[in-house]
């Protein structure tokens, strides 16, 4: 592995240039500290073994503790690390040696959620595009986002926070840059993303913590039918944390709303667990 | 429209690298004559527009003009365009007016294919690999392109030139870089590409031009079941021209063999009206 930055030429013939091979990362640091440290190299080293990249255990730590030093050094940030399998191979075919690359950047820290807008929830809407089912590629946080491009670019008004996405099969699956949550019964469920969508760090960090944070969840198929039968909602990220959603405008005119108490309580004890 | 080159620096922030937010084209230059630039063209057009970029016909003749002029200080070559939406935007959501950029670059061009291997007909395998269904992308040459990369990584035996790619429903699509024809009843017929797969140029110049070359072609959906009734294959490319397909080796251990002298008869044809 190859660790690059921004200082560094970006060859025209890097394979993540031409064919978006390669994945990436979205890490907040906060002061100094990365909570989701280990999910993101977790999911960097479950997407590169599924297309077949040298990017191994050992890459992932030595990579996670340059990030760590990074994080040192500037404190409260975004560090993007897009990891490439680099240039090389005859067309889609890719050099079986190839050795990564992975490109690390360092953002400012963006600013927080408006307490006022977790407070009241944000609101979203259906997008048109549907989401591909592709199983081989499903969860993991590669490069070739077009899918999220054109939903993203769906809608210009500011006050929708998010657009709700399904696949092609009229599933739910996620918001266009996080994974979403509803409150079902007595437990907040979320898209099973065995065929489409990416597997965010916060969204595995919640399933696997539940029990701490005295909630039930669970991972099931939910379709449109489904959300008349919510009682709250939120969408999330590393990035943004927990967003209680109060309402999801449908493609057909129909609206759905939603408490955003519970789901406010949950964000604010996230927050202070992780922090 | 901006028009770069390899010495021009790619930014570590170009949405192609970041989000494979783009297109491209590979176009086959054979002396100075380019007998298929107003097909790329025409994809290119059509293919931004589906992305909504800003990149019009004036564009598409700009880059032509540019393209012409590179053919003939080079000669016999490779010319490859990528038309990236360039930096910007937040995340997926990109810049309302923002300015493409193509980056232009020159190959030397490929060894032709053998006469002997046209003659006989080359080998395709099954891949594994499902093409999901997007109709929002397909028949686009855009720079999503992993589901070709884990195809073309399937295998690794240079005897077997293509891989024949279904789609999740099992229907036929393509090969991993060319396009797909089969010889049924009277008529060359290759499938339909409204949900998954890039509209090749070669291709849809074969079906424009079906009664000029005297044969009978079609677009249709075509089953594996479809393979058992096909007296000829063939794939094809703007590169490699008309490749005639001796047989195709299923994932199950079934093999389709076909005849190849229509095929070929059809690839030289071809070869001498367009060069």
Redesign the interface.
């Known amino acids: 592995m190859k660790i690059l930055y921004?200082s560094d030429?970006?060859?025209?013939n890097?394979?993540?240039?031409?064919?978006?091979?390669g994945l990436?990362e979205t890490i907040l640091v906060k002061e100094t500290k990365i909570p989701l440290l280990k999910y993101h190299l977790a999911r960097l080293c479950n997407g590169a073994k599924k297309?077949?990249m040298n990017f191994g255990k050992n890459d992932a730590s030595e990579l996670g503790l340059r990030i760590s030093e990074l994080a040192n050094e500037h404190g409260s940030s975004i560090i993007k690390c897009?990891l490439t399998r680099g240039a090389g191979g005859r067309?889609?075919?890719?050099l079986?040696d190839a050795e990564p690359e992975v490109?690390v950047?360092v953002f400012p820290s963006p600013s927080s959620m408006k307490v006022s807008l977790l407070r009241e929830g944000v609101l979203l809407r259906e997008c048109l595009?549907?989401l591909?089912?592709?199983p081989?590629?499903a969860g993991l946080k590669?490069?070739?986002?077009?899918?999220?491009?054109?939903?993203?670019?769906e809608w210009?008004d500011d006050d929708v926070f998010e657009g709700l996405l399904l696949d092609?099969g009229g599933l739910i699956i996620e918001a266009?840059?996080a994974n979403i949550f509803f409150n079902i019964g007595s437990r907040w469920v979320t898209p099973d993303l065995s065929f489409s969508g990416v597997s965010g760090v916060l969204r595995g960090w919640l399933l696997d913590k539940s029990q701490e944070l005295g909630v039930k969840t669970g991972v099931t198929t939910l379709s449109v039918d489904d959300l008349g039968k919510a009682r709250g909602c939120f969408v999330c990220n590393s990035v943004n944390g927990i967003v209680p959603v109060r309402s999801i405008s449908m493609s057909n005119g129909n609206e759905y709303k939603f408490q955003v108490d519970e789901a406010y309580a949950l964000s604010n004890q996230v927050r202070s667990v992780m922090y």
Request: with cysteine.
């Open positions: 921004e030429d970006v060859k025209l890097n394979r993540a240039l031409n064919y978006g091979d990436f297309l077949g897009i067309g889609y075919r890719s079986v490109y950047q595009i549907r591909s089912c592709q081989a590629l590669h490069l070739n986002r077009l899918e999220n491009v054109l939903a993203r670019n210009h092609t266009t840059q």
